[in-house]
């Protein structure tokens, strides 16, 4: 049997086993009991704070929680414009880079337009700031060594931070307290216990296995023809740990992933995949310890986890197959748009659990995947409740949770409760605006874009493959998840404002509307449960909320897939007289593959 | 005073069986099918359907059709393109009539339970007592709340009162349908009468407690008829989701035109309008309203009137249920079993004197303790002449006889009795106590009997649980439900009997103070409680109740207090109560599971089609899975559908009326077998009713040449 195959389950079962105890892990230190809150190591949380002022923590509604991650997000996003603007004037810049803005922008038909482009600096910061690390330009060309790190890597670790924060106070609502915690604590203990220690242990483990960790500038290199070629290289090793640990994914260099630089041996692989998906994957134990209920918890985890498996498996199956376009011709799996260190079965497996989680960093050209393999990484952000981004993932699956309890509790012959709280018309309200928000802008977005010139000729394929390099864009905005498909020309004013718009609209509200329904939950009388209580702990919970996830989702998104993806695979079956399978928008040049750029 | 043109006096035996006829009305009853198709046609109207938004964008999306129809026909389009325009158009209004239909039919159907009761109202002449003890002769219309009027044998009771001076036997089945004949008496827990049935026997002075058109009928028939029908919490709710899916469903298909320019594809507008009305859930939207209505109707069907529909929704919430033993867990009457005669006592003699004490005691126990001395010792009890009966009081505790010779029996509780034989200055048997005791842990009463003061011995009366009682509340705890038995007796018996019938906590020694913190402290550990009363005392528990059921017999006051009123004064209903909420619940999340499941195949069948005929997308067509529209072309992929999503709603019509029967097999069995019937059928039975109508209409289509 082909080794390869090893890797899938390695995969998963190594941040599965190491998940089960960082759960337990962030649940006590996230969430400490108040005697114990402030004593031992918590007293850095106050000494942190203390430097701004706020060493005593306050108790917080749903509203002033909700203020205080606004107003932090807020001046992320003010400070954040600046630095990018102005990366010129500031330090750690050995290759002098010039503004963000100052790069111009290339529109569809290929003219270059050397004005300033601030759309590109509005993009980005939407990006970073929204956890989702949409690249629409190339980190180790555009961006200094201070915007890498004082910008981008500080927005890497707060920003997860920041949904971790909100989770946190989403899951004491569910458990009834009226006080959901303070957000400035939530933050500094999620920053100092959970990612900057992990951070600390993975870029070792990284920079241990070759990935550069320097503040030097590109180095100088001769090729044997004699050429002089300036090789980019930095404080990679730091950079990436968060990028993956954070559900980040916007790389050090543009290739992101699959470049030597960032993910250099085997062993490094296997770091950072598991690093991709351990904090999503631990904050579930995380939830069910908080909540005294880790058999709700573990239902959640493993329908996650179920719709995993299938979406990687398909991809995998795809990627594998000889694929309609090339049958007779080629032998062996295809290879293009594929980084051969790693092979069809590990970049499969990792555009599944990089899409499932939102993290985004990519390892395979997703244009070039077949029809249904680059299916599976769009249905998964589609779905954006498989384990998804650090927090948000697990509110977005929340939503579908209290919609499940709603229809199912209504079966069961009593009005709806959850965790003992009765759903009511005004919880239901919210978690609708919720769930109707994620469709909304993919929907809408890809509608706009793709009845105009704005996406029409933005795309390198016409017909469904064009189609789907729309719908991808759209979707990873929405999910905040930041992978490309590629193929499309989308470092243009339209596309970079078009998209920031989405991120934030795919982010915020996502964020403050569990929030306010867990502060009128916790509001609620509590009903201990009874044998007529629905169980939310047993499997047929579990299928139930599968199905409803699978079921909207399906519903939501299938016209706009059939004509993208399923259109694409149906038409190369029907016609496999074209033995291209399709275009990538700068073929060859794998170096300028990046997360998303061009 | 003017005299209103009266009634001929309602013949009592029609309105019984009117009632009756009412309780069981055929799920099609021609006479009202009529009715609602001509009601469904009215409903039609803009204003109405706006009360529902679905089915609103349902109508919207007709005559965004029709207005295409008329624009092709202007622009002279191709015939075949119009005609199925206009099919389009015929099915989206038929889907709107069927969703009318359906609320209609249950509208109409809870009308004719609701005429059937005001039919006993009436208009008769009622006595009116004035202040200075004239009477006024009045149509029972103009009798307003605060009236006194009095009721003769064999007169109507002209509206809704209370009895306070003299008792009746009132033949109430114009209400209730059941023939046996009731008492009603002032001053105790049966004094409420209701307006319509009939006093058999003797004269009684009532106050009137209604207000004319205010009274629990009218409420209730306020609450089937549609017009002023509120909406429940739950029914908002989930009102809610199904907005939200319209929502999601009108941006998806309103967004496939400016996707499809992408492969310069126009998509016809009637076509992405049919799409719509297929996704969006018509299915639940349509059927809503008849299932709250149903819901009610099924309480009224069991007797049971509620004040708001609100109260049928939390009965299907109750966790706790306090019932009153007597009547509910046990037969009405204790009965007495055995005589224990103390030492030195002869067991006949024993019999005798508690006999003697029980010659003037008309309750069930006096004579049943009189029926065993007679059966089971032949003791001939006929009173010397010249005794004197002593009345039961609550200060003695006890009832008796003084016989002619100076011989004095009492029989009573026996710690009275105790008492009294001590300060007598007797000595109580040592075995006394013990007796008394073991009698009491068996869940029996006992009846401690003295001569002269001196307790010569223990007569048991037992409780007879109901038969079937216990099979019963192990029904109620498979639901989940708590069953607490209310009771008078002593923690002893009362233990015994919760015990024999299983229930899961009891009140002893009850009072009303007793009941109202027991409410209390289960409501604050998150409980919802249901007890059914009929006291005054009662009222205040009734009230702070999640769920409080007054016998109509019982007072004005608890019936003021309760959310329902059960006509047939049935201790037991508070059980049926629970299953008829439970139902109620259950049909909504169903029918919306199976809405919702449906219309993955209506994607299978609409979305190929849609594409087919565009060269870019025509691929598409292998996503037929159903192989529709082989000979006719691809229009009827789409009517067949449009015209299952129109279909459904009146076939589910006897599952909204009906309701989802309720199963009490715990939660998980139950949405197991929910999920299998209404999710993974919602998602396999529109493939088959689709190919099936698919298989008629395409060959129709074929033949007219439409294809």
Same mark, same amino acid.
Not at chain 1, 245 to 267: A, D, I, Q, V
Not at chain 1, 386 to 392: C, E, F, I, L, P
């Given at each position: 049997m082909d080794i390869t195959w090893i890797h899938p389950f390695w995969a998963l079962l190594l941040p599965v086993a190491l998940a089960i105890p960082l759960g337990r892990f962030m649940a006590s230190v996230l969430d400490p009991p108040p005697e114990r809150a402030g004593h031992g190591f918590d007293r850095l949380t106050h000494w942190a704070l203390h430097a701004l002022g706020r060493s005593k923590p306050q108790a917080m509604d749903w509203k002033a929680y909700g203020r205080a991650f606004l107003i932090f997000n807020l001046t992320l996003f003010v400070l954040s414009f600046l630095a990018l603007e102005m990366?010129?004037?500031?330090?750690?810049?050995?290759? /002098?880079?010039?503004?963000?803005?100052?790069?111009?922008?290339?529109?569809?038909?290929?003219?270059?337009?050397?004005?300033?482009?601030?759309?590109?600096?509005?993009?980005?910061?939407?990006?970073?700031?929204?956890?989702?690390?949409?690249?629409?330009?190339?980190?180790?060309?555009?961006?200094?060594?201070?915007?890498?790190? /004082?910008?981008?890597?500080?927005?890497?670790?707060?920003?997860?931070?920041?949904?971790?924060?909100?989770?946190?106070?989403?899951?004491?609502?569910?458990?009834?307290?009226?006080?959901?915690?303070?957000?400035?604590?939530?933050?500094?203990?999620?920053?100092?216990?959970?990612?900057?220690?992990?951070?600390?242990?993975?870029?070792?483990?990284?920079?241990?296995?070759?990935?550069?960790?320097?503040?030097?500038?590109?180095?100088?290199?001769?090729?044997?023809?004699?050429?002089?070629?300036?090789?980019?290289?930095?404080?990679?090793?730091?950079?990436?740990?968060?990028?993956?640990?954070?559900?980040?994914?916007?790389?050090?260099?543009?290739?992101?992933?699959?470049?030597?630089?960032?993910?250099?041996?085997?062993?490094?692989?296997?770091?950072?995949?598991?690093?991709?998906?351990?904090?999503?994957?631990?904050?579930?134990?995380?939830?069910?310890?908080?909540?005294?209920?880790?058999?709700?918890?573990?239902?959640?985890?493993?329908?996650?986890?179920?719709?995993?498996?299938?979406?990687?498996?398909?991809?995998?199956?795809?990627?594998?197959?000889?694929?309609?376009?090339?049958?007779?011709?080629?032998?062996?799996?295809?290879?293009?748009?594929?980084?051969?260190?790693?092979?069809?079965?590990?970049?499969?497996?990792?555009?599944?659990?990089?899409?499932?989680?939102?993290? /985004?960093?990519?390892?395979?050209?997703?244009?070039?995947?077949?029809?249904?393999?680059?299916?599976?990484?769009?249905?998964?952000?589609?779905?954006?409740?498989?384990?998804?981004?650090?927090?948000?993932?697990?509110?977005?699956?929340?939503?579908?949770?209290?919609?499940?309890?709603?229809?199912?509790?209504?079966?069961?012959?009593?009005?709806?409760?959850?965790?003992?709280?009765?759903?009511?018309?005004?919880?239901?309200?919210?978690?609708?605006?919720?769930?109707?928000?994620?469709?909304?802008?993919?929907?809408?977005?890809?509608?706009?874009?793709?009845?105009?010139?704005?996406?029409?000729?933005?795309?390198?394929?016409?017909?469904?493959?064009?189609?789907?390099?729309?719908?991808?864009?759209?979707?990873?905005?929405?999910?905040?998840?930041?992978?490309?498909?590629?193929?499309?020309?989308?470092?243009?004013?339209?596309?970079?404002?078009?998209?920031?718009?989405?991120?934030?609209?795919?982010?915020?509200?996502?964020?403050?509307?569990?929030?306010?329904?867990?502060?009128?939950?916790?509001?609620?009388?509590?009903?201990?449960?009874?044998?007529?209580?629905?169980?939310?702990?047993?499997?047929?919970?579990?299928?139930?909320?599968?199905?409803?996830?699978?079921?909207?989702?399906?519903?939501?998104?299938?016209?706009?897939?059939?004509?993208?993806?399923?259109?694409?695979?149906?038409?190369?079956?029907?016609?496999?007289?074209?033995?291209?399978?399709?275009?990538?928008?700068?073929?060859?040049?794998?170096?300028?593959?990046?997360?998303?750029?061009? | 005073m003017g005299i209103a043109t009266l009634e001929p006096m309602p013949d009592v035996e029609k309105l019984k069986l009117n009632r009756r006829s009412s309780r069981h009305l055929r799920l099609f009853e021609p006479g009202l099918v009529k009715q609602a198709i001509l009601r469904s046609i009215v409903m039609l109207d803009p204003r109405i359907q706006a009360r529902n938004p679905v089915m609103f964008l349902v109508e919207g999306g007709a005559l965004l059709t029709l207005m295409v129809v008329i624009e092709s026909i202007a622009t002279g389009a191709d015939l075949g393109l119009i005609l199925y325009q206009i099919a389009l158009a015929f099915l989206l209004v038929l889907t709107v009539l069927f969703a009318n239909f359906a609320e209609a039919l249950a509208e109409a159907r809870g009308k004719a339970q609701a005429k059937s009761l005001r039919d006993t109202r009436r208009l008769t002449t009622a006595s009116r007592l004035g202040d200075d003890g004239e009477i006024e002769l009045v149509p029972s219309n103009e009798l307003k709340s605060g009236d006194r009027v009095i009721v003769e044998a064999g007169a109507i009771i002209p509206a809704d009162g209370e009895i306070i001076e003299g008792a009746a036997s009132v033949d109430e089945s114009a209400v209730t349908g059941e023939s046996a004949p009731v008492i009603r008496e002032a001053g105790g827990d049966r004094s409420g009468v209701t307006g319509g049935t009939r006093v058999l026997s003797d004269r009684i002075i009532i106050e009137i407690t209604a207000e004319p058109g205010a009274s629990f009928l009218d409420r209730m028939i306020a609450l089937v008829e549609g017009a002023r029908r509120q909406k429940t919490p739950n029914e908002i709710a989930l009102a809610i989701i199904l907005a939200a899916f319209s929502i999601v469903f009108l941006i998806v298909t309103a967004s496939l035109y400016p996707m499809a320019r992408f492969f310069d594809v126009t998509l016809d507008v009637p076509t992405l309008v049919a799409l719509l009305v297929c996704l969006i859930p018509t299915t639940i939207g349509g059927l809503l309203a008849a299932i709250g209505i149903a819901g009610m109707d099924r309480a009224l069907q069991a007797n049971l009137v509620a004040k708001s529909g609100k109260a049928v929704e939390v009965a299907g919430d109750v966790d706790t249920l306090l019932l009153d033993k007597t009547g509910t867990i046990t037969l009405g009457n204790r009965r007495a079993t055995r005589f224990t005669p103390m030492p030195g006592v002869d067991e006949h003699e024993l019999a005798r004197l508690a006999a003697l004490a029980s010659l003037a005691d008309l309750t069930p126990e006096g004579k049943s303790v009189l029926e065993l001395a007679r059966r089971d010792f032949a003791v001939d009890s006929n009173a010397p002449d010249g005794s004197q009966f002593i009345e039961f009081s609550a200060q003695t505790r006890s009832s008796g006889v003084n016989l002619p010779g100076g011989l004095s029996i009492r029989k009573g509780a026996p710690d009275t009795l105790a008492k009294a034989a001590l300060a007598a200055g007797h000595e109580i048997p040592e075995n006394y106590q013990p007796i008394v005791d073991a009698i009491a842990r068996d869940g029996s009463t006992p009846l401690a009997v003295s001569r002269d003061g001196q307790i010569v011995g223990v007569v048991t009366l037992e409780d007879i649980l109901k038969p079937g009682i216990q099979e019963r509340f192990l029904r109620l705890k498979r639901m989940g439900l708590r069953v607490v038995m209310v009771t008078g007796d002593n923690p002893l018996t009362a233990r015994s009997i919760a015990d024999r019938a299983g229930v899961d906590d009891f009140i002893a020694q009850a009072t009303p103070e007793a009941k109202l913190a027991y409410i209390r402290s289960e409501q604050a550990g998150g409980k919802l409680v249901a007890m059914m009363g009929d006291g005054t005392n009662d009222a205040p528990a009734l009230a702070q109740a999640d769920l409080g059921v007054a016998m109509n017999s019982g007072t004005q006051a608890a019936k003021e207090a309760s959310n329902m009123v059960d006509l047939d004064s049935d201790p037991t209903k508070l059980i049926e109560v629970v299953e008829i909420g439970k139902q109620l619940l259950m049909t909504r999340g169903a029918l919306t599971t199976f809405s919702i499941a449906n219309d993955l195949a209506k994607y299978f069948a609409v979305i190929p089609a849609m594409f087919v005929e565009f060269a870019p997308l025509s691929s598409l067509r292998a996503l037929d899975v159903m192989g529709l529209a082989s000979r006719g072309g691809h229009q009827s992929a789409i009517l067949s559908a449009v015209i299952f999503n129109a279909v459904i709603i009146p076939l589910l019509i006897p599952i909204a009326i009906k309701g989802v029967a309720y199963r009490p097999v715990g939660a998980s069995a139950l949405l197991r077998r929910n999920l299998l019937f209404y999710g993974l059928g919602g998602v396999v039975a529109p493939f088959l009713g689709i190919k099936l109508i698919d298989w008629i209409v395409d060959p129709i289509l074929s033949v007219l040449g439409l294809a």
């Open positions: 990366q010129t004037w500031l330090p750690l810049n050995p290759d /002098g880079k010039g503004s963000l803005a100052a790069h111009g922008w290339k529109d569809a038909s290929g003219t270059m337009h050397e004005n300033a482009d601030t759309a590109v600096i509005f993009n980005t910061v939407c990006s970073f700031v929204t956890n989702t690390n949409l690249q629409h330009y190339s980190g180790e060309q555009h961006l200094s060594y201070f915007s890498q790190i /004082g910008v981008v890597m500080w927005l890497q670790f707060v920003t997860p931070a920041c949904g971790l924060a909100v989770m946190l106070a989403v899951i004491r609502g569910l458990r009834g307290d009226r006080n959901l915690g303070d957000f400035w604590h939530d933050l500094v203990r999620s920053l100092l216990f959970v990612f900057l220690p992990l951070a600390l242990v993975v870029a070792i483990l990284l920079a241990a296995s070759g990935v550069p960790m320097t503040f030097s500038g590109a180095a100088d290199a001769t090729s044997l023809e004699g050429v002089h070629a300036p090789i980019a290289r930095g404080p990679v090793a730091s950079f990436v740990a968060i990028k993956q640990l954070g559900t980040n994914g916007g790389g050090f260099f543009g290739p992101n992933s699959t470049h030597p630089f960032e993910n250099p041996t085997p062993f490094s692989n296997l770091v950072e995949i598991v690093s991709i998906i351990l904090v999503p994957m631990a904050t579930i134990f995380m939830f069910g310890r908080m909540i005294r209920d880790a058999k709700h918890a573990r239902v959640l985890f493993l329908v996650m986890l179920g719709m995993l498996l299938l979406g990687m498996f398909v991809a995998i199956g795809a990627e594998l197959g000889h694929g309609p376009a090339v049958k007779g011709v080629a032998q062996g799996p295809l290879l293009e748009g594929k980084e051969v260190r790693f092979g069809p079965i590990a970049s499969a497996t990792w555009a599944a659990i990089t899409t499932a989680t939102s993290n /985004g960093s990519v390892y395979a050209m997703l244009d070039s995947f077949q029809p249904y393999g680059g299916l599976v990484p769009m249905s998964l952000m589609m779905l954006n409740v498989d384990y998804s981004g650090v927090g948000s993932g697990f509110l977005n699956m929340l939503m579908f949770v209290i919609a499940t309890v709603f229809i199912a509790g209504l079966m069961v012959g009593r009005t709806p409760e959850y965790l003992g709280r009765k759903i009511e018309a005004r919880e239901v309200k919210l978690a609708m605006a919720s769930l109707l928000v994620h469709p909304l802008l993919i929907v809408t977005g890809t509608a706009l874009f793709a009845a105009t010139e704005l996406g029409s000729k933005s795309v390198a394929n016409p017909g469904p493959h064009g189609f789907s390099e729309i719908l991808y864009e759209f979707t990873s905005a929405s999910a905040n998840n930041g992978s490309g498909f590629e193929g499309l020309a989308d470092n243009t004013p339209a596309w970079n404002i078009g998209t920031g718009i989405v991120l934030l609209l795919g982010r915020f509200p996502s964020m403050i509307l569990p929030l306010a329904i867990a502060g009128f939950l916790a509001e609620k009388k509590y009903t201990p449960p009874s044998l007529g209580t629905l169980p939310t702990d047993g499997v047929t919970f579990g299928a139930t909320l599968a199905g409803v996830v699978l079921l909207v989702g399906a519903l939501s998104f299938m016209p706009a897939v059939v004509m993208g993806p399923v259109a694409d695979g149906l038409s190369r079956q029907a016609a496999p007289e074209s033995p291209i399978p399709a275009q990538t928008a700068e073929p060859g040049s794998v170096q300028s593959q990046s997360k998303d750029a061009h | -």
